[in-house]
């Protein structure tokens, strides 16, 4: 009789110790795969982000010389260039902002992206040498705080 129980208190341990180590291993797998998912996700914020700011940045390039163009002749071929460079530059920076609104559940991030890419679209529209300096240096200060308003999410 006292083999039967012996017999038993092994089986009953070894099947708990399955029973345990089982919940421990799909618990390491549940945490292993949620950093997994957390760290690709940062690393696409990053590169997203961070190209959005360079595209910004060229955006608003594109604007300033498509603004100092104008400023010579609406018709010159060099404004003609510019102003589609520029436009290219615009449908690039979009499309950047486009993977930041799908990246980001940060409601301030996404303001923050979008008032970077319209002061930068407004960099061409001044009418003259101060109010031109004055929305590019915005622009430049929108750029910088999309940057500093999405950063803690890269980290």
Same mark, same amino acid.
Not at 49 to 56: D, G, R
Not at 63 to 76: D, E, K, L, T
């Given at each position: 009789m006292v083999a039967i129980w012996t017999s038993v208190v092994a089986v009953g341990g070894t099947l708990m110790g399955a029973v345990i180590t089982h919940l421990f291993q799909r618990l390491a797998a549940t945490r292993g795969e949620r950093f997994t998912r957390s760290e690709a996700l940062r690393q696409e914020r990053t =590169? =997203? *982000?961070?190209? /959005? %700011?360079?595209?910004? !940045? !060229? *955006? +608003? @390039? #594109? $604007?300033? #010389? +498509?603004? *100092? +163009?104008? +400023? $010579?002749? @609406?018709? %010159? !071929? %060099? /404004?003609i260039e510019a102003r589609d460079e520029a436009h290219r530059l615009r449908t690039a920076t979009r499309q950047v902002l486009y993977r930041v609104k799908l990246l980001t559940d940060d409601p301030e991030v996404n303001l923050a992206a979008e008032h970077a890419y319209a002061c930068t679209r407004d960099v061409s529209t001044a009418r003259d040498q101060a109010e031109h300096d004055a929305l590019d240096a915005e622009a430049r200060e929108a750029i910088e705080a999309f940057v500093i308003r999405a950063s803690p999410l890269t980290r």
């Open positions: =590169t =997203t *982000y961070s190209a /959005f %700011a360079a595209a910004a !940045e !060229e *955006y +608003r @390039h #594109g $604007q300033a #010389g +498509r603004w *100092y +163009r104008m +400023r $010579q002749s @609406h018709v %010159a !071929e %060099a /404004f």
